[in-house]
Nanobody, 115 residues
Framework: QVQLVESGGGLVQPGGSLRLSCAAS????????MYWVRQAPGKGLEWVSS????????YYADSVKGRFTISRDNAKNTLYLQMNNLKPDDTALYYC????????RGQGTQVTVSS
């Protein structure tokens, strides 16, 4: 079955950076678009970014455009999210997913941006 395991979250000061990883298994990773979604405290799931099967096309929510970079390594079945210039509003539980609505996702990794 599909298994997605996120890692790399933590506590960071505003302006800092983090790199999230998502190890995928149980499906043919290189045949799927992949997504990052997040859920802030008390809010619903929010789409963050998408990447096509080869990593050649990427898409971002306006709130993270220019600060976050999605990438993938199909040889390692791993998805990444490089997050720079983090803001307190980026505080959330971050999930990787096989769909934009986050229906199938991992357990998440917590990102907290605070001074």
């Amino acid at each position: 079955q599909v298994q997605l395991v996120e890692s790399g979250g933590g506590l960071v000061q505003p302006g800092g950076s983090l790199r999230l990883s998502c190890a995928a298994s149980g499906f043919t990773f290189n045949r799927y678009w992949m997504y990052w979604v997040r859920q802030a405290p008390g809010k619903g799931l929010e789409w963050v970014s998408s990447i096509d099967t080869r990593g050649s096309s990427t898409y971002y929510a306006d709130s993270v455009k220019g600060r976050f970079t999605i990438s993938r390594d199909n040889a390692k079945n791993t998805l990444y999210l490089q997050m720079n210039n983090l803001k307190p509003d980026d505080t959330a539980l971050y999930y990787c997913s096989t769909s934009k609505d986050g229906t199938i996702r991992g357990q998440g990794t917590q990102v907290t941006v605070s001074s």
